[in-house]
């Protein structure tokens, strides 16, 4: 059975063209021409597409996360399906692992099959996504192209990560970032790095972890990482496994070395030494991000609109032990 994606290859134009000629949008004379020919030469009229044009809606909404490693993608995952079904949509997941052209098939799936629109968390395929016509938000991370977008108030978050540190008499500081820097993740370090500089303190050392999977990253760097007594890493995934590499090089975390995550997600509490991060509220996030969408299906103009939630400090012990024992521990060093 043919698909609209045979379709505009057929007519040589896009499957975001086709789509609007399906909807009613505006195409070209020309692309016009080509897409019904295309259409009657391959007979192209499936049940399930005439079902959903008569019905101006297939109660299908996607979501794109780049890695399902990383518990905070499916803790966001699970706020949007929750509300996304609530309003009687069904949910299609994406697990995009960091590929483009992963992501540009499913956006062009998404669009053959008319779902109603997209929350991304990628940052990627901005233009993509802008082309096929549908509603789309962006959560975490930034498209680019005046989407809709929700966000916690990331700069703010390594801010208060530096101060934490510093507070504790921590003196050597290091960054764990990915080697891809999304916009969340940027913001972070700004203000990480910003805080470091505005009390007088030497620019933190970047380490690079890979998202997928950190600790393959982060194995062979618990001797450099061990040089540093106050990490933050930009998620709480990687800050585990900096924990992990610190310990198996006979560094003690909290004692030699303190580290700070960021999300909060449930393993922050249950790990051992539990993890000091900034939390934030990844299930408002998703929430929202379902709100702006379900306001652009219904028409709703949100052009460069962006929500920015709070964060929290989240002490817990991978910072635990007291300021006065630190500055004793570093004189003594001397």
């Known amino acids: 059975m043919a698909t609209m994606h045979d379709v505009a290859q057929r007519a040589g134009v896009s499957v975001a063209t086709v789509s609007r000629f399906f909807n009613g949008g505006y195409t070209s004379p020309a692309s016009r021409a080509s897409i019904e020919k295309a259409v009657e030469e391959l007979q192209y009229s499936p049940n399930s597409i005439a079902k959903a044009l008569s019905a101006h809606s297939s109660r299908l909404v996607g979501l794109v996360v780049p890695s399902v490693t990383n518990p905070f993608f499916p803790e966001l995952a699970r706020a949007v399906e929750e509300e996304t079904a609530r309003k009687g949509y069904q949910l299609i ?27 991304t968390s990628t940052g990627n395929c901005g233009e993509v996504y802008k082309a096929s016509g549908m509603p789309v938000v962006s959560v975490d991370r930034e498209l680019g192209t005046g989407a809709p977008h929700v966000t916690s108030d990331n700069y703010r978050g390594g801010m208060l990560a530096f101060k934490c540190l510093a507070e504790k008499a921590c003196k050597k500081f290091a960054f764990i970032g990915a080697p891809q820097e999304s916009t969340s993740q940027r913001h972070r370090r700004e ?144």
Request: aromatic share 10%; hydrophobic share 45%.
């Open 93 to 119: 997941l994406c697990n995009s692992e960091g590929s483009i052209e992963k992501e540009q098939r499913f956006i062009e799936a998404m669009t053959s099959h008319f779902a109603d629109g997209i929350i």
């Open 191 to 334: 203000g990480f790095f910003h805080e470091a500089e505005r009390q007088g303190y030497a620019a933190p050392e970047i380490f690079l972890a890979d998202e997928a999977d950190e600790y393959r990253a982060l194995e062979d760097e618990g001797e450099h990482l061990s040089r540093y007594d106050g990490i933050f890493a930009w998620n709480d995934h990687a800050a585990v496994q900096a924990i992990r590499a610190l310990h198996q090089v006979g560094r003690s975390v909290p004692r030699d070395v303190m580290v700070i995550g960021f999300d909060d997600v449930h393993i922050a509490r249950l790990y051992i030494p539990s993890l000091t991060t900034i939390a934030q509220p990844i299930y408002e996030m998703g929430r929202a991000a379902a709100e702006l969408l379900m306001r652009q299906m219904n028409g709703e103009k949100l052009d460069n609109v962006t929500y920015l939630l709070g964060i929290e400090l989240i002490s817990r012990e991978t910072t635990a032990v007291s300021a006065n024992l630190r500055v004793f521990q570093h004189a003594d060093a001397f």
